[in-house]
């Protein structure tokens, strides 16, 4: 399985992007702002308007029409879990908001198996980073995107890609571009 951008522009931003995510590969976004990680790997999953290029996976392109079918494939964790009265352009979904979607819905997952999902990760309970990247994993797809993943899930993510999966995450984190398989600057 592969997801590739062929020079992506996104709207408003003055650069495109070209990557290609390998199954069994871990891809690093590096350099530019926060704001700017999140909105590439919305993109890939279909939530920036592409002005220029194409995102596909598999040679089948990203479009408004195939968007869901996308997002089934793939798991997001979020930089952060969205505060009481924050008001954003794309609002982070919390613990609970990724198991009330339809999709989801069917998951056994009980605190138990998260909590074991979680030091598996590397965190602590209370990490709400380390919350959202456990909640990603145990939904169990094949692309796993993550934004700014603690330092402490570097080699659980390495690991989970080895195990044949996509995996895309957007770090400045030293530790994280030395264990990265592709490093793509922005």
């Known amino acids: 399985m592969m997801l590739e951008l062929n020079e992506v522009l996104i709207e408003g931003m003055n650069r495109t992007l070209s990557l290609m995510a390998k ?5 690093c976004l590096t350099g530019g702002t926060a704001a700017q990680h999140t909105r590439w790997l919305l993109a890939m999953q279909g939530f920036e308007t592409v002005t220029n290029g194409y995102i596909s996976i598999d040679g089948e392109p990203l479009t408004s029409r195939s968007a869901p079918t996308f997002r089934k494939l793939m798991a997001y964790a979020p930089d952060r879990l969205c505060e009481l009265g924050e008001v954003t352009t794309y609002e982070p979904p919390s613990v609970q908001d990724v ?5 989801n819905r069917e998951l056994p997952i009980s605190n138990g198996i998260l909590g074991e999902e979680m030091r598996r ?3 602590s ?62």
């Open 23 to 27: 199954a069994g590969e871990l891809t």
């Open 99 to 103: 198991f009330s979607l339809k999709a």
């Open 121 to 123: 990760v590397g965190g």
């Open 125 to 186: 309970q209370t990490d709400s980073r380390v919350q959202l990247i456990a909640v990603a994993v145990l939904l169990n797809k094949p692309i796993l995107i993550v934004n700014d993943p603690p330092v402490q899930a570097v080699a659980y993510l390495k690991e989970w890609a080895r195990q044949g999966r996509i995996v895309v995450a957007a770090s400045n984190d030293e530790e994280m571009l030395k264990m990265a398989d592709v490093i793509v600057e922005l």
